[in-house]
Antibody, heavy 121, light 107 residues
Framework: HLQLQESGPGLVKPSETLSLTCTVS??????????WGWIRQPPGKGLDCIAS???????YYNPSLRSRVTISVDTSKNQFSLKLTSLTAADTAVYYC?????????????WGQGTLVTVSS | DIQMTQSPSTLSASVGDRVTITCRAS??????LAWYQQKPGKAPKLLIY???SLETGVPSRFSGRGSGTEFTLTISGLQPDDFATYYC?????????FGQGTKVEIK
């Protein structure tokens, strides 16, 4: 059974860089057929897609965050990661790592449990 | 950018009711639309993909319809476990865009 687990700091200072990693177990990122991505949800608000990556390295970014975001994949560790720079309080959110199918079966069928990241001095 | 608009934002209903949530896209997303259920403190759960296909394990009281720019999620016979927030998401674009959510609460 596939599982995704986020790891990273829960508290980050303004202007610093957030680094999150998602470890995938029960399946291989390299098997293809899926996008691996990050979605965030500010407290009490809706869902925003941040970025996604295919195992080959093809990346897709939210235009509003593109200048501050990098997504990468390490197939040898079966992990993918997110870096978000120049943090402000507006980046405080629960961050989820996700798996999304290619093509028409493109719903997000697996989610990590989510990790709350608070940006505060 | 594609904008997704859900209505209503909040819906009050009773157990056994039939409820319908609407999702409109600012441009055609063909049938590339999913619906999710989210409960407080939990990750969203996929209910419907390809506008009308039921994800494995999801009860048949959930159904989706639509294509192009207008979509609906219907719950036929609301159960206590169904009180939650529902999101639509288009995945016709590279990343996908979510609607703002519809909270289904107990009347």
């Amino acid at each position: 059974h596939l599982q995704l687990q986020e790891s990273g700091p829960g508290l980050v200072k303004p202007s610093e860089t957030l680094s999150l990693t998602c470890t995938v177990s029960g399946g291989s990122i390299s098997s293809g057929g899926y996008y691996w991505g990050w979605i965030r949800q500010p407290p009490g608000k809706g869902l925003d897609c941040i970025a996604s990556i295919y195992y080959t390295g093809s990346t897709y970014y939210n235009p509003s965050l593109r200048s501050r975001v990098t997504i990468s994949v390490d197939t040898s560790k079966n992990q993918f990661s997110l870096k978000l720079t120049s943090l402000t309080a507006a980046d405080t959110a629960v961050y989820y790592c996700t798996r999304r199918g290619l093509g028409l079966k493109g719903g997000i069928d697996f989610w990590g449990q989510g990790t709350l990241v608070t940006v505060s001095s | 950018d594609i904008q997704m608009t859900q209505s209503p934002s909040t819906l009050s209903a009773s157990v056994g009711d039939r409820v319908t949530i609407t999702c409109r896209a600012s441009q055609s997303v063909r049938s590339w639309l999913a619906w999710y259920q989210q409960k407080p403190g939990k990750a969203p759960k996929l209910l419907i993909y390809k506008a009308s296909s039921l994800e494995t394990g999801v009860p048949s009281r959930f159904s989706g319809r639509g294509s192009g720019t207008e979509f609906t999620l219907t719950i036929s016979g609301l159960q206590p476990d169904d009180f939650a927030t529902y999101y639509c998401q288009e995945y016709n674009s590279d990343l996908g865009t979510f609607g703002q959510g519809t909270k289904v609460e107990i009347k």
